[in-house]
T-cell receptor, first 111, second 114 residues
Framework: TQLLEQSPQFLSIQEGENLTVYCNSS?????LQWYRQEPGEGPVLLVTVVTGGEVKKLKRLTFQFGDARKDSSLHITAAQPGDTGLYLCAGADNQGGKLIFGQGTELSVKP | SAVISQKPSRDICQRGTSLTIQCQVDSQVTMMFWYRQQPGQSLTLIAT?????????ESGFVIDKFPISRPNLTFSTLTVSNMSPEDSSIYLCSVVVGGNTEAFFGQGTRLTVV
């Protein structure tokens, strides 16, 4: 069974601070995705990483895919209150392409 | 991409009753997925709804409790049957478009069973 361990589960920081969220597995994934979800809405795709060692940047967000394609990280620079939300990593399983989600990281950025 | 309309957005239901949630997609998709999410927590896959065949259920979920319809390539329904307070949760439908696994979600249905 493929599992994704996401940490931390909760993060409360002040505006302007940096943070990193981790997503780890003992299994290899062909790709990993990061989603952000706000209350009352469904998750929205932020990025997909496919190649081992890949780094993608989306404004203040930096996403990395581990060389072995078993782990990924999301780094936010100078967090803002608008970054508040639930961040989810997800990987496609080896059978049928179903997504396996990590436990999620509830981020709160205080002004 | 895909735009998904899910309804109702929320409901409060009496225990023992059933609720049907609808999911409409703006394009034809092969597979649609139904998830359950406790507030602030991650998503648990209930089943995969395939057009033209029975839904495939994940461990811990059964058809009698969560019957699913998939009459065409743009629409699906999930029914939560004989509800109890433990069924209070957010239910989300999702689709994957094209050849990749990137998912698009409806806005969810927040269900409270009293």
């Amino acid at each position: 069974t493929q599992l994704l361990e996401q940490s931390p589960q909760f993060l409360s920081i002040q505006e302007g601070e940096n943070l990193t969220v981790y997503c780890n597995s003992s299994s290899v994934f062909s790709s990993l995705q990061w989603y952000r979800q706000e209350p009352g809405e469904g998750p929205v795709l932020l990025v997909t990483v496919v190649t081992g060692g890949e780094v993608k940047k989306l404004k203040r967000l930096t996403f990395q895919f581990g060389d072995a394609r078993k782990d990924s990280s999301l780094h936010i620079t100078a967090a803002q209150p608008g970054d508040t939300g639930l961040y989810l990593c997800a990987g496609a399983d080896n059978q049928g392409g179903k997504l396996i989600f990590g436990q999620g990281t509830e981020l709160s950025v205080k002004p | 991409s895909a735009v998904i309309s899910q309804k109702p957005s929320r409901d409060i239901c009496q225990r023992g009753t059933s609720l049907t949630i609808q999911c409409q997609v703006d394009s034809q998709v092969t597979m649609m997925f139904w998830y359950r999410q406790q507030p602030g927590q991650s998503l648990t896959l209930i089943a995969t709804a395939n057009q033209g065949s029975e839904a495939t259920y994940e461990s811990g979920f059964v058809i009698d409790k969560f019957p699913i319809s998939r009459p065409n390539l743009t629409f699906s329904t999930l029914t939560v049957s004989n509800m109890s307070p433990e069924d209070s949760s957010i239910y989300l439908c999702s689709v994957v478009v094209g050849g990749n696994t990137e998912a698009f979600f409806g806005q969810g249905t927040r269900l409270t069973v009293v």
